[in-house]
């Protein structure tokens, strides 16, 4: 399975809007991989999408995806969410439309039916964006998943964890288990034992944050978040070979360069950066 973090930042875009602090420069003024775009995944082999955060349609370009089939929506939260116009970007034609031709190739769209519920909740005085997309428009056809979902041949499982999910993909021998966000505490599934990845977000990196934020045993952020030696408790308890960082922040105040010499400190754990390729 051939995976591309589209997106590897958290809920604040890298750099962030009207900051002007050492990091964000340094990302307006290098790009790429400095930069970051909201959290998203690909999946090659099956033209798959994982969330729309606000920047997908620039975070598809940058990666020059060219052909999206299906995408699961993860949960509810807009920085995963408020980028769906993204299926007007890529099936709506208005000249098709002018003529009363609508779209005939719809983009399969997966999610638990607790988040397929919350994301039809999202619309405007006209009703759900969702429904409009596609009983309107014919853009997407939406499917509500129970466990699990065949797309060729992979399997996915989809795993509830309060309103997120996480999802563990296998074809044959190889597994990858994707949890970008919302998934603390972490569920307790056999499932995950002996994956080949691990791809995870919402963790904070370090005690020292942006701006020289130390952050106290009693913030709540410890209780949302994972610390990393509760990522690598996690990579020891179920047997993981790897680890990948997503989701990272730009209150962590940390560089491109300050990850890659964070690796060091740790047995094959790793953080994302946008265009990362991963195969399994």
Request: aromatic fraction near 10%; glycine fraction near 6%.
């Amino acid at each position: 399975m051939k995976f591309l973090i589209l997106g590897s930042g958290g809920c604040v875009a890298l750099p962030k809007p009207l900051c002007h602090c050492k990091i964000c420069k340094e990302a307006r003024e290098k790009g790429k991989p400095y930069s970051r775009f909201g959290c998203s995944l690909y999946l090659e082999d099956i033209g798959l999408l994982i969330d729309t955060p606000e920047d997908i349609v620039h975070a598809l370009n940058y990666s020059n995806v060219s052909q999206v089939n299906s995408v699961m929506f993860s949960h509810m939260d807009p920085d995963h969410t408020l980028g769906m116009r993204v299926f007007e970007h890529m099936r709506l034609n208005w000249l098709n439309v002018s003529e009363g031709i609508e779209c005939q190739d719809p983009i399969n769209v997966f999610a638990m039916e607790h988040v397929m519920c919350d994301i039809n909740s999202i619309g405007s005085v006209r009703g759900s964006f969702l429904d409009y997309y596609e009983e309107t428009r014919n853009l997407i056809r939406r499917n509500s998943v129970r466990d699990q979902v065949y797309l060729n041949n992979i399997k996915i499982t989809f795993i509830k964890i309060d309103s997120s999910t996480v999802f563990v993909f296998e074809d044959g021998n190889s597994k990858l288990i994707y949890a970008p966000c919302d998934t603390k505490p972490f569920p307790q599934n056999d499932l995950f034992n002996n994956a080949d990845v691990l791809i995870i977000g919402n963790t904070f990196v370090g005690e020292v944050l942006k701006n020289d934020y130390v952050l106290s045993e009693e913030n709540i952020l410890r209780k949302e978040l994972f610390s990393m030696d509760e990522i690598q408790d996690l990579k020891n308890n179920y047997n993981i070979c790897k680890v990948i960082i997503t989701h990272i922040e730009e209150d962590w105040g940390k560089s491109y360069d300050d990850y890659l010499h964070l690796q060091s400190n740790y047995n094959q754990i790793y953080f994302a950066y946008d265009g990362m390729k991963v195969i399994v």
